[in-house]
């Protein structure tokens, strides 16, 4: 059976109850971290086939790659015993569908589409899974997440180096057959417009904006738990040199968690890593991006202003609509979708998932949604710093709903777990918060 304990002597009968825990505790340790590793091959497996779908006939439908793998993962995690279902976040999911389903049927404003509600739902019950972990098991899973984040870094780093060297930007899209590339993302940005520069896309990225997400999110928990110097560096380069905005939100939202984790000097020579990278940018005539996405803000019709001001600005009209659309919301799939199209300098609508879900279904679906969501990300015992980065990504970056890579990551990150109160030999895992604690007996790869 895969998972058979290999460490250490087993207590003959009659030993010490002591031993036997320690036993029992080092077997589950063993266990997990052989699921952790697998964990961390999956994470890497998915970041490298976000771009690729499966067509099922049609522009629009398709099932993306990652989604497929993650599910493989759970239903042989479950299979072997190390992973279940949790019956609050259970319950809590057939009462949100519940909801979202009543939201469809008593819409009298117009259509929903079945397809958009069936990927939200099947997007959203990857959270009732968990696998319990002990505290120093999950922080090998982080460990192996900055390692692969700092590989994004290297990756965008790259695209820099190719550019600079007038080979232009390694591309996917070139190798990619059309039909299985996953759809409605600009892969190649200019810079900024008539720009001889292109957005770094990290190869395997949707857009420039999500590597730079990605790898914000692994500088925050670099910081946090390990503090690798060269990690901290290459992360916080290419967190600039994305000249990707969320990635810096991202990490100005995190900082006043890491004001208890980080040394003074570590922040200082982030933000001295950034001036510098900035300094040589306006060497060579890149700042002025900058500041040109700064005055975004302001802009109708640019890509912030899509991404932040448009969506909350529909969220607060939707709060003052009509009483029947405020309660069953305007249908599953009718909020405009994303259209980009570089030569009319139009940009893609970006609908954050708390837009679409209170717009689409309903105050009353949202609410069940929004206590769903918070449950799994933050009802685990993991970090509170890793779920709010996690929850910042998913919950207000990106068009995140029924993009499935997003759930992913929130899964992986944080959502994934329940973590022990004890570690091995009864010291307390490396985190300064409770954890809710399972049987100590625990055995990992067992029924």
């Not at 959270?127 to 700092?150: C, D, E, I, N, Q």
């Not at 770094?200 to 670099?222: C, T």
């Amino acid at each position: 059976m895969i998972g058979t304990i290999t460490t250490g002597r087993q207590p003959r009968a009659g030993s010490d109850p002591a031993a036997v825990q320690s036993y029992l505790l080092q077997s589950s340790l063993y266990e997990e971290r052989q699921t952790v590793d697998f964990l961390a091959i999956e994470f890497a497996l998915v970041v490298i086939t976000q771009k690729l779908a499966i067509p099922l006939g049609g522009a629009d439908n398709q099932i993306p790659v990652a989604l497929v793998v993650h599910y493989a993962t759970l239903v042989w995690l479950i299979a072997v015993g190390r992973a279940r279902i949790d019956i609050v976040r259970l319950m809590l999911f057939c009462i949100f569908s519940a909801a979202a389903v009543l939201a469809q049927v008593g819409n009298t404003v117009g259509s929903y589409s079945v397809p958009s509600l069936g990927l939200m739902l099947i997007t959203s019950l990857l959270l009732v899974v968990v696998a319990p972990l002990h505290g120093s098991s999950y922080l090998r899973l982080l460990k192996h997440f900055t390692v692969l984040s700092a590989g994004a870094s290297a990756l965008v780093l790259l695209d820099w180096l190719t550019q600079l060297a007038g080979l232009g930007m390694p591309s996917l899209e070139t190798i990619i057959p059309q039909g299985f590339n996953y759809s409605e993302y600009v892969y190649v940005q200019p810079l900024q417009w008539d720009s001889p520069w292109l957005k770094p896309n990290g190869l395997f990225f949707l857009e420039a904006s999500h590597v730079s997400q990605f790898v914000a999110m692994g500088l925050v928990v670099e910081l946090a738990y390990f503090k690798r110097r060269s990690l901290i560096a290459i992360n916080a380069a290419a967190v600039v040199l994305t000249f990707g905005g969320t990635g810096l939100v991202i990490v100005g939202l995190a900082i006043p968690f890491l004001l208890s984790k980080v040394r003074p000097q570590a922040l200082i020579a982030v933000a001295a890593i950034t001036l510098i990278i900035l300094l040589i940018a306006d060497s060579i005539g890149l700042l002025g991006a900058f500041t040109n996405r700064a005055a975004e803000f302001s802009q109708t019709n640019s890509s912030a202003y899509n991404r932040f001001i448009m969506p909350a600005e529909r969220f607060a009209e939707f709060l003052q609509d009509q009483p029947g659309r405020l309660l069953f919301g305007t249908g599953a799939g009718t909020m405009p979708k994303a259209v980009n199209n570089l030569a009319q300098l139009t940009f893609g609508l970006t609908w954050p998932p708390y837009v679409k879900v209170a717009v689409e279904y309903g105050v009353i679906a949202f609410a069940c949604w929004l206590a769903f969501i918070l449950v799994a990300m933050f009802g685990g015992a993991t970090p509170l710093i890793v779920g709010w980065v996690a929850f910042v990504q998913y919950q207000f970056l990106n068009g995140s709903l029924n993009v499935p890579i997003h759930m992913i990551y929130c899964w992986l990150l944080c959502a994934g777990y329940h973590l022990a109160d004890h570690d091995h030999d009864g010291a307390r895992p490396a985190f300064p918060r409770q954890f809710r604690p399972f049987p100590v007996g625990y055995n990992a790869g067992r029924s």
